[in-house]
T-cell receptor
Framework: KQEVTQIPAALSVPEGENLVLNCSFT??????LQWFRQDPGKGLTSLLLIQSSQREQTSGRLNASLDKSSGRSTLYIAASQPGDSATYLCAVLTGGGNKLTFGTGTQLKVEL | DAEITQSPRHKITETGRQVTLACHQTWNHNNMFWYRQDLGHGLRLIHY???????NKGEVSDGYSVSRSNTEDLPLTLESAASSQTSVYFC?????????????FGPGTRLTVL
């Protein structure tokens, strides 16, 4: 059974700092890995999707990497801003190709 | 713009009642999913569908059912609501093919069972 772990569970940083969020998964037979953002009381917004054959994806200040063989992904956020405050979730697509398994998230707070 | 909507956004019901949560997507996606989100458990898959007339059980399907009569809708029914089903429910959809299957999520329904 696929298990996804995110470390740390919570993170507080000053504005402008570069930061890394970590995601690990137990079964390396994944189709892709997706990073989401969730604001309090809101739905999930897809940030980046990395296919199993890719090593990284970039969107603006966000960069996600994938090391499938070691079961790890990182989400790098450059020059963090208070508007980046949210919970970040990673999820892997496995088992028949359409089922996402989620981590429990990293709650990020960027302070002025 | 294409979107995925859920209704109601908030619902309070009593134990034992039947409840149906609606999910509607306008992307014409084949795949639709229902998840529940609980503190300490993250999001867990309840049911999913790969197309019209197709339904499949997920990780936590007991007490829930779905039906898929058209591409756009996948309603989730709680046959006899229990307090353990108090949660936030998210619907999602995705398009084939499998190797680039980004899932898009609705805004969620917060269900309270008293």
């Amino acid at each position: 059974k696929q298990e996804v772990t995110q470390i740390p569970a919570a993170l507080s940083v000053p504005e402008g700092e570069n930061l890394v969020l970590n995601c690990s998964f137990t079964d390396s037979a994944i189709y892709n890995l997706q990073w989401f953002r969730q604001d309090p009381g809101k739905g999930l917004t897809s940030l980046l999707l990395i296919q199993s054959s890719q090593r990284e994806q970039t969107s603006g200040r966000l960069n996600a990497s994938l090391d499938k063989s070691s079961g790890r992904s990182t989400l790098y956020i450059a020059a963090s801003q208070p508007g980046d405050s949210a919970t970040y979730l990673c999820a892997v697509l496995t088992g028949g190709g359409n089922k996402l398994t989620f981590g429990t998230g990293t709650q990020l707070k960027v302070e002025l | 713009d294409a979107e995925i909507t859920q209704s109601p956004r908030h619902k309070i019901t009593e134990t034992g009642r039947q409840v149906t949560l609606a999910c509607h997507q306008t992307w014409n996606h084949n795949n639709m999913f229902w998840y529940r989100q609980d503190l300490g458990h993250g999001l867990r898959l309840i049911h999913y569908s790969y197309g019209v007339q197709d339904t499949n059980k997920g990780e936590v399907s007991d007490g829930y059912s779905v039906s898929r009569s058209n591409t756009e809708d996948l309603p989730l029914t709680l046959e006899s609501a229990a307090s353990s089903q108090t949660s936030v429910y998210f619907c999602a959809s995705s398009e084939n093919p499998t190797d680039y299957n980004e899932q898009f999520f609705g805004p969620g329904t917060r269900l309270t069972v008293l």
